[in-house]
């Protein structure tokens, strides 16, 4: 079993900046794929950025592309999500799933393990 926690959700003005963290425990395995999904009320879950543990790869939507930024730190388990050039847009929760997923079509029906989600909201 893998747990996750997510947390540095909040309110912040367009522009602004936040960093997400997701805390992994259980069974991380090296060739997992940690993922972050955000969701509004009445929409879909939708991807927003992937990384690899074991290379480092990283994949982005591309709504996101060069404001946000996914890392890891191994050591401790953790994943990072930095969010930048904050947009009303993207205010949602914001979920961290973790899986062996391979492929590059992330979709949230691929990943097994799931946080509780953190809100993110940013004002006009």
């Known amino acids: 079993q893998v747990q996750l926690v997510e947390s540095g959700g909040g309110l912040v003005q367009a522009g602004g900046s936040l960093r997400l963290s997701c805390a992994a425990s259980g069974r991380t395995f090296s060739s997992f794929v940690m993922v972050w999904f955000r969701q509004v009320p009445g929409k879909e879950r939708e991807f927003v950025a992937a990384i690899r543990r074991n290379s480092g790869s990283t994949s982005y939507a591309d709504s996101v592309k060069g404001r946000f930024t996914i890392s890891t730190d191994n050591a401790k388990n953790m994943v990072y999500l930095q969010m930048n050039s904050l947009k009303p847009v993207d205010t949602a929760v914001y979920y961290c799933?973790?899986?062996?997923?391979?492929?590059?079509?992330?979709?949230?029906?691929?990943?097994?393990?799931w946080g509780q989600g953190t809100q993110v909201t940013v004002s006009s």
């Open positions: 799933a973790a899986g062996a997923y391979s492929g590059s079509y992330y979709q949230p029906y691929h990943f097994d393990y």
